[in-house]
């Protein structure tokens, strides 16, 4: 079975370029999150879809970021114009909904897409 | 909010057993996840612990006190390969997880 996977693996851009980074989940997943670590912190959760509808939003840090999971399969994730602070490196992870609210869904993740913008 | 406490750094010798110890607190608690992060790769899921004591899977073994918001990941019979971070992450009803700095470990020969 596939895992998660994502691309590109990296990306170089200019301040005030755009860049779409994608995300392909595990087969049959309809848990999809972003998350970003910037250089030396902790990995930080940006946002949640289930299917095609996004369940939590709460950690995307301001409108230049624009996440879409048209059709409930692969995420895209636009970040327009890129700021220096945006550069780190982005994880996307998925997991199956087991429906158990007395646990929480293991989560496994992509290898990231490292962005560095200059 | 969320609080997680693991040491920052830990090191051992090639062969030897660690405990990597956390304590948590958080709210909406549902089980904790132990993460396994090499530099400059993916979190890799070890192993996810709902009810208390101790879980075994090959040479990695974690246990949980939800009464204590206690939780160890021990590693036995050592390899260079396991020199890593280690993320103690506690697993909530919104499903979100959120992560500390993580324990580095160094095996050494």
């Known amino acids: 079975e596939a895992g998660v996977t994502q691309f590109p693996s990296h990306s170089v851009i200019e301040k005030g370029q755009t860049v779409t980074l994608r995300c392909d989940p595990i087969s049959g997943h309809d848990n999809l999150y972003w998350y970003r670590r910037v250089m030396g912190k902790e990995i930080k959760f940006l946002l949640h879809f289930v299917k095609e509808s996004k369940q939590d939003e709460s950690g995307m840090p301001n409108n230049r970021f624009l996440a879409e999971r048209t059709g409930g399969t692969y995420s895209t994730l636009k970040v327009q114009p890129a700021e220096l602070e945006d550069s780190g490196v982005y994880f996307c992870a998925s997991s199956q909904e087991v429906g158990e609210r007395s646990s929480t869904d293991t989560q496994y993740f992509g290898p990231g897409t490292r962005l560095t913008v200059l | 909010g969320q609080n997680i406490d693991q040491p920052t750094e830990m090191t051992a010798t090639e062969g030897a057993i660690v405990q990597i110890n956390c304590t948590y607190q958080?709210?909406?608690?549902?089980?904790l996840f132990w993460y396994q992060q090499h530099a400059g790769e993916a979190p890799t899921f070890l192993s996810y612990n709902v009810l208390d004591g101790l879980e075994e899977k090959g040479r990695f073994s974690s246990f949980l006190s939800r009464s204590k918001g206690y939780s160890y990941l021990l590693l036995k019979e050592l390899q260079m390969k396991d020199s890593a971070s280690y993320l103690c992450?506690?697993?909530?009803?919104?499903?979100?997880?959120?992560f500390g700095t993580g324990t580095r470990l160094q095996v050494f020969p």
């Open positions: 958080t709210s909406g608690f549902n089980g």
């Open positions: 992450v506690p697993g909530r009803n919104t499903d979100k997880l959120i």
